[in-house]
């Protein structure tokens, strides 16, 4: 007998069974631009012309990600280059070791990155290029009486220093509290210059005072002037207040045997 083949250590990753693009509503013969299943894939070219997708194709991956000769398939480029600007924020690591409390060099930076490390930068670039009013505003707004400064020393290194009333000097970042410092990358992402055609964010009142959640609301609801929103929370406090905002209902989920449902 031939010897067993072994298993692989990834046989439970997931797989892309089947995967379809099309324009419109609904999927139709003539609307599709993309049909992937069992084990063949199929493309439309900007001529009309169906033909099978010529690259070799990873069953862990979706096709987008693996797009070759993107000038022939401009429409599915196109989808790709706009799926890979969202912008998913689930966690700010803000704990002692975490790199935004000390200075980082610092670069132009208008997408203040998933960790948060490069928040200075990215407060500083909304100070030159962005809405700097704005900034101060929701600053003050949740800390009153404070200011927001960018301290950069002579290696370019950028650092959050946040001025309180009745404090002598600046407190500087590793001295400010978890919530605080997660507040501060939550305004970066909001007020970014650079706006998502998607923004999600995951939990955003993790660590935060619930004195932040109004304001927090406040600034939901004005990046939804310039993106989609998707926000989950617990809080239901700031799921009202954007609902209201935003003039938008609030989608609750439950949790039964067989997983996550939306209650009805």
Same mark, same amino acid.
Request: glycine fraction near 6%.
């Given at each position: 007998?031939?010897?067993?083949?072994?298993?692989?250590?990834?046989?439970?990753?997931?797989?892309?069974?089947?995967?379809?693009?099309?324009?419109g509503?609904?999927?139709r013969?003539?609307?599709?631009?993309?049909?992937?299943?069992?084990?063949?894939?199929?493309?439309? =070219?900007?001529?009309?012309e169906?033909?099978?997708?010529?690259?070799?194709?990873?069953?862990?991956?979706?096709?987008?990600?693996?797009?070759?000769?993107?000038?022939?398939?401009?429409?599915?480029?196109?989808?790709?280059?706009?799926?890979?600007?969202?912008?998913?924020?689930?966690?700010?690591?803000?704990?002692?070791?975490?790199?935004?409390?000390?200075?980082?060099?610092?670069?132009?930076?208008?997408?203040?990155?998933?960790?948060?490390?490069?928040?200075?930068?990215?407060?500083?670039?909304?100070?030159?290029?962005?809405?700097?009013?704005k900034?101060?505003?929701?600053?003050?707004?949740?800390?009153?009486? @404070? =200011?927001?400064?960018?301290?950069?020393?002579?290696?370019?290194?950028?650092?959050?220093?946040?001025?309180?009333?009745?404090i002598s =000097?600046?407190?500087?970042?590793?001295?400010?509290?978890?919530?605080?410092?997660?507040?501060?990358?939550?305004?970066?992402?909001?007020l970014?210059? =650079?706006p @998502?055609?998607?923004?999600?964010?995951?939990?955003?009142?993790?660590?935060?005072?619930?004195?932040?959640?109004?304001?927090?609301?406040?600034?939901?609801?004005?990046? @939804?002037?310039? @993106?989609?929103?998707?926000?989950?929370?617990?809080?239901?406090?700031?799921?009202?207040?954007?609902?209201?905002?935003?003039?938008?209902?609030?989608?609750?989920?439950?949790?039964?045997?067989?997983?996550?449902?939306?209650?009805?």
């Amino acid at each position: 007998m031939p010897p067993a083949i072994p298993s692989s250590a990834f046989d439970l990753d997931p797989e892309v069974k089947e995967e379809y693009v099309w324009h419109g509503q609904q999927r139709r013969p003539g609307s599709t631009l993309l049909t992937r299943k069992a084990g063949s894939t199929w493309v439309t =070219r900007p001529d009309g012309e169906k033909i099978t997708y010529p690259a070799s194709l990873s069953i862990s991956e979706s096709v987008l990600s693996q797009l070759h000769e993107p000038h022939l398939y401009p429409e599915l480029s196109a989808l790709r280059h706009e799926m890979l600007s969202w912008r998913f924020y689930h966690e700010f690591r803000t704990d002692s070791e975490s790199l935004m409390r000390y200075p980082q060099v610092g670069i132009r930076t208008p997408v203040v990155s998933n960790n948060g490390n490069d928040v200075a930068s990215a407060l500083q670039t909304i100070i030159e290029i962005g809405d700097v009013e704005k900034l101060h505003d929701v600053i003050d707004c949740a800390f009153p009486g @404070s =200011r927001l400064l960018i301290d950069v020393d002579g290696k370019s290194r950028f650092q959050v220093l946040l001025q309180m009333p009745g404090i002598s =000097r600046p407190l500087e970042a590793n001295e400010l509290s978890d919530g605080t410092l997660r507040y501060l990358c939550l305004v970066a992402a909001l007020l970014s210059p =650079r706006p @998502s055609s998607l923004l999600a964010l995951n939990e955003p009142e993790m660590s935060l005072h619930p004195e932040l959640l109004t304001p927090l609301a406040e600034l939901i609801a004005d990046a @939804s002037k310039y @993106s989609q929103m998707w926000v989950t929370t617990h809080s239901k406090h700031l799921a009202q207040t954007v609902s209201s905002l935003c003039r938008e209902p609030i989608i609750e989920l439950g949790m039964g045997d067989e997983g996550t449902y939306i209650v009805d």
